[in-house]
C-alpha cells in the first residue's frame, strides 16, 4: 500500500524491521528484509511531485527510500536511490488551520519526513554529493515539525508526540 497514511507498507515495514534487530530475531529481519527487497527494489522514477495528497502524514516516495536504507548496503543503497529518487526536492508543509484534523497531518508529514530524510542520509556512502541537500531539507522539516507539538490543539496533540520522539531520539538510525 503505497498511501500517506496508515495503511502505508513501507513505513510498516520499515518499523517492524527496526524491531526486529532490537529484539535480535534474524529470522524476521531476514523475512523483512526479503519482502522489502521483493516489493521495492526494482523501483523507479518515485512521483514525489504528486506528494502530499492534501491530508498525509507519510510520505510513499520517502517511506520507501527508508525502509530500503536499512535493507542495502551503502553502496548499493545509492545506486538504488539515484534510480528511485533522483532529485529530492522538499519543503516543509504549511498547516494553515492546526485545528483541522486532516490538515493537522501535514504537521505529522513534517515530522515524519525529517526522521526518514535523517533515516535516508544515514544509509549513503561518507561522500555521498546528496548528503548536505538531504540534511538541509530534514533540518527545515524538522523545524517545521517540532514546533507544531504543542499539545494547543486536539486533532494533533494526542498524536503528534509519537512522530517527534521517533524523530528526536533518531529511532532505527
Request: net charge neutral; with cysteine; proline share 5%.
Given at each position: 500500500?503505497?498511501?500517506?497514511?496508515?495503511?502505508?507498507?513501507?513505513?510498516?515495514?520499515?518499523?517492524?524491521?527496526?524491531?526486529?534487530?532490537?529484539?535480535?530475531?534474524?529470522?524476521?529481519?531476514?523475512?523483512?528484509?526479503?519482502?522489502?527487497?521483493d516489493f521495492y527494489a526494482s523501483d523507479r522514477?518515485?512521483?514525489?511531485?504528486?506528494?502530499?495528497?492534501?491530508?498525509?502524514?507519510?510520505?510513499?516516495?520517502?517511506?520507501?527510500?527508508?525502509?530500503?536504507?536499512?535493507?542495502?548496503?551503502?553502496?548499493?543503497?545509492?545506486?538504488?536511490?539515484r534510480a528511485f529518487l533522483p532529485a529530492v526536492?522538499?519543503?516543509?508543509?504549511?498547516?494553515?488551520?492546526?485545528?483541522?484534523?486532516?490538515?493537522?497531518?501535514?504537521?505529522?508529514?513534517?515530522?515524519?519526513?525529517?526522521?526518514m530524510l535523517e533515516g535516508i542520509a544515514s544509509?549513503?556512502?561518507?561522500?555521498?554529493?546528496?548528503?548536505?541537500?538531504?540534511?538541509?531539507?530534514?533540518?527545515?522539516?524538522?523545524?517545521?515539525?517540532?514546533?507544531?507539538?504543542?499539545?494547543?490543539?486536539?486533532?494533533?496533540?494526542?498524536?503528534?508526540?509519537?512522530?517527534?520522539?521517533?524523530?528526536?531520539?533518531?529511532?532505527?538510525?
Open positions: 500500500m503505497r498511501s500517506g497514511e496508515h495503511s502505508q507498507t513501507a513505513f510498516a515495514l520499515g518499523l517492524l524491521i527496526d524491531a526486529a534487530h532490537s529484539s535480535h530475531d534474524d529470522a524476521f529481519v531476514n523475512l523483512l528484509t526479503k519482502k522489502a527487497r522514477n518515485c512521483p514525489l511531485a504528486y506528494e502530499p495528497s492534501g491530508e498525509d502524514f507519510l510520505s510513499p516516495c520517502i517511506a520507501e527510500a527508508d525502509v530500503m536504507r536499512r535493507v542495502m548496503k551503502p553502496a548499493e543503497y545509492a545506486t538504488w536511490l526536492t522538499l519543503l516543509p508543509e504549511v498547516v494553515s488551520d492546526p485545528g483541522d484534523p486532516k490538515l493537522a497531518h501535514l504537521d505529522g508529514l513534517n515530522l515524519s519526513r525529517a526522521w544509509g549513503l556512502p561518507k561522500g555521498d554529493a546528496r548528503l548536505a541537500a538531504l540534511r538541509k531539507s530534514a533540518a527545515a522539516h524538522r523545524n517545521a515539525g517540532l514546533a507544531a507539538v504543542t499539545g494547543e490543539h486536539y486533532e494533533g496533540g494526542h498524536w503528534l508526540g509519537s512522530f517527534a520522539v521517533y524523530l528526536t531520539t533518531k529511532r532505527g538510525l
